[in-house]
């Protein structure tokens, strides 16, 4: 196919995409192209405070343009698969003339099969139900690694961040509007964990139950053999903190934890008690019986942005 009725198709496609919800299907890949908008483009990048030592993968890359403007912008690295040998060409000619053709490349590859492991941010525009498949896939990214995607959500995993932008030449999904979702993986917490403290003049043993659903935690710890609740708390990637006060002997003890999950490994610290008697100290935590991190209903497409 030559370049002028390449673009006539691609053409013909945007003008069949002007009215539907979603995003329709063509060709040999799960979704058509469709850009994203240059500015809905910038405010991905920085939702995800995208920087010089970042690695973009985006998945359906099109013409390069996310990968692109993290090299060109934002000094990061990265690489666009897609399936489409036009807008691969496009997309690594237009990395040579931005200069940035060592730091953003483009592959003939499914997004589907494509290795994420060396991605620090993950970006994506396609359909809902793409980003269901993909979803398994992205929770077993490193913690700590960070999704964003354009004009539809995950399914039942709530975004940390989520953005609407007024784009008044949109045509496709919502009209005139985009809508951005931001998600930080969070690390596995499920399951059991114990540790123990020095309270007054006693070692204290704590035994952990952490229920996890996505980034959302809560559950129940025992303190000298006293069961109490512990308060709903959000994963920042690898990064917990949390606050209880449980009986201890014959008080009440307040403590804040905060610590970083690291495999069977929590490594933080824990302020215990307050005012003058307020001790801050390290506070480590072991994995005793791994438990699954809760999914919703994952299967269901929930297409967020359509209205
Ligand atoms: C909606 S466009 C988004 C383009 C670009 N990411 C952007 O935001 O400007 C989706 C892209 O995914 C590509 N695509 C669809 N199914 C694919 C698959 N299974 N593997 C790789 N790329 C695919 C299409 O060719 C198209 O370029």
Do not use: C
């Amino acid at each position: 196919m030559n370049w002028v009725t390449r673009m006539h198709r691609m053409f013909a496609v945007a003008l069949a995409l002007l009215a539907p919800a979603a995003l329709a299907q063509e060709g040999a890949g799960d979704v058509v192209y469709v850009p994203t908008p240059q500015i809905v483009v910038d405010e991905m990048l920085r939702m995800a405070k995208v920087g010089p030592n970042d690695y973009v993968i985006d998945l359906g890359s099109g013409d390069g343009r996310i990968v692109i403007t993290a090299a060109k912008k934002h000094g990061a690295r990265g690489f666009g698969v897609d399936l489409d040998r036009y807008l691969l060409k496009l997309a690594n000619d237009s990395a040579r003339k931005e200069g940035v053709a060592d730091r953003a490349r483009f592959f003939e590859q499914n997004l589907f099969e494509t290795d994420l492991s060396a991605a620090t941010v993950v970006t994506s525009y396609l359909l809902p139900e793409m980003n269901l498949k993909l979803l398994p896939k992205l929770l077993n990214l490193r913690p700590g690694t960070r999704v964003v995607a354009h004009d539809y959500a995950m399914g039942e995993w709530s975004p940390d961040d989520e953005k609407m932008l007024i784009v008044p030449e949109k045509t496709v999904g919502d009209p005139g509007k985009s809508y951005i979702f931001f998600w930080i993986v969070p690390a596995r917490l499920a399951g059991s964990w114990e540790s123990r403290l020095p309270v007054g003049a006693r070692t204290v043993s704590y035994r952990f139950t952490f229920e996890q659903e996505f980034q959302v935690v809560h559950g129940t710890v025992r303190v000298d053999d006293r069961e109490s609740r512990l308060p709903q708390f959000k994963l920042d990637g690898e990064q917990l903190s949390f606050n209880l006060t449980v009986p201890i002997g014959g008080g009440m003890v307040s403590h804040r934890f905060r610590g970083w999950v690291k495999g069977d490994t929590i490594a933080g610290t824990v302020t215990i008690g307050e005012g003058s008697g307020q001790r801050v100290m390290p506070w480590r935590a072991k994995q005793t019986a791994r438990g699954e991190m809760q999914m919703g209903a994952v299967g269901t497409p929930v297409a967020v942005a359509a209205p």
